[in-house]
């Protein structure tokens, strides 16, 4: 069962969402928050697995309260997912920079929603790709001077490789048929690279493909 934490000062956005996912089999909503402060509580005493965080909130808005809960040790476990108004809010970038799995915008499709939900506790694809190419655009564009390789000493020729192309946006699948393996080695390659980068998720794998130099921007395919 895949638990969720609302979070987002609208209650009528709260209901819709709660409306949809414990209508889902294997998804039930754990909690919500009006506020980033009462997210961070909630996230602590419940432990949900993903929480959908709205990014405009009183008291705490959503970029601090992902920070406190990313930078929590003993919520490592715990993703978030940010809920935007638009497909390119300003905040959404720093909201991957803090720990953020992704984001959604909050009048996407029911089933797109459901989707991302189950892909983000998968560990697979960042959300819808479309969304997630223009996401890594746009960081790319912002991105800043790339760091020295020397985080990258410890990856195989093989799993840079593979992070390069999560970094361009490939789903495993996709990445499964441009080195034509298996999905499962596909997502065992992602996974090592992960481990050995201290990524928390694939988001931050792909801040880590532009910061360091592995991709940069113009190599979107």
Not at 150 to 162: H, I, N, Y
């Amino acid at each position: 069962m895949i638990r969720v934490l609302l979070a987002d000062d609208q209650s009528l956005v709260r209901a819709g969402f709660r409306a949809l996912l414990d209508a889902q089999p294997d998804i039930e909503v754990a909690g919500e928050a009006a506020d980033g402060e009462e997210a961070v509580g909630k996230v602590r005493e419940l432990r949900p697995d993903i929480v959908l965080m709205d990014i405009r909130m009183p008291l705490l808005d959503g970029l601090a309260a992902t920070r406190r809960i990313t930078g929590d040790a003993a919520l490592c476990e715990v993703r978030v997912v940010m809920l935007t108004t638009f497909e390119l809010d300003e905040y959404v970038f720093e909201a991957i920079r803090a720990g953020a799995s992704g984001f959604l915008v909050k009048d996407t499709e029911p089933e797109e929603l459901l989707r991302a939900v189950r892909a983000v506790v998968d560990g697979d694809a960042l959300l819808s790709p479309g969304v997630t190419r223009r996401l890594i655009a746009e960081f790319a564009a912002r991105s800043k001077e790339p760091a020295a390789e020397g985080a990258l000493a410890e990856l195989t020729e093989r799993e840079r490789e593979v992070m390069a192309l999560v970094g361009i946006g490939l789903s495993n699948a996709e990445i499964a048929r441009r080195l034509v393996v298996s999905p499962l080695t596909a997502k065992t390659h992602v996974s090592r690279t992960m481990v050995k980068l201290g990524a928390r998720d694939r988001a931050q794998l792909v801040v880590l493909a532009y910061e360091s130099g592995l991709v940069r921007p113009g190599w979107l395919g």
